[in-house]
Nanobody
Framework: QVQLVESGGGLVQAGGSLRLSCSAS????????VGWFRQAPGKEREFVAS????????YYADSAKGRFTISRDNAKNTVDLQMNSLKPEDTAAYYC??????????????????WGRGTQVTVSL
């Protein structure tokens, strides 16, 4: 059974930075696509970023491009999301997820098989 645990969330002022981490246990992490999603209160969960198992392919939501960077360490079974220039609209619960099959639809949450419980990010003015 694969388990994911996110950490690194918190309260930050607009313009600040946070680094989220997700630690995986079980399964074969190095073969999975990893993704970050977020969900703000009253809104649907949305795609933020993803990275292929090799790290060669990365994808970002338009809202994240140029500000967020996804990275992974297959030796440590971890995936990080570096978030810079944070805005109040980035406030949300952030979730990491794993896709066993390497689907091309990386922006779609239903292709992901495993999910963490999330970590809260709050950006104040």
């Amino acid at each position: 059974q694969v388990q994911l645990v996110e950490s690194g969330g918190g309260l930050v002022q607009a313009g600040g930075s946070l680094r989220l981490s997700c630690s995986a246990s079980g399964g074969t992490f190095s073969t999975y696509t990893v993704g970050w999603f977020r969900q703000a209160p009253g809104k649907e969960r949305e795609f933020v970023a993803s990275m292929s198992w090799s790290g060669r392919n990365t994808y970002y939501a338009d809202s994240a491009k140029g500000r967020f960077t996804i990275s992974r360490d297959n030796a440590k079974n971890t995936v990080d999301l570096q978030m810079n220039s944070l805005k109040p609209e980035d406030t949300a619960a952030y979730y990491c997820a794993l896709d066993r099959e390497g689907s091309r639809n990386v922006r779609t949450e239903y292709v992901y098989d495993y999910w963490g419980r999330g970590t809260q990010v709050t950006v104040s003015l």
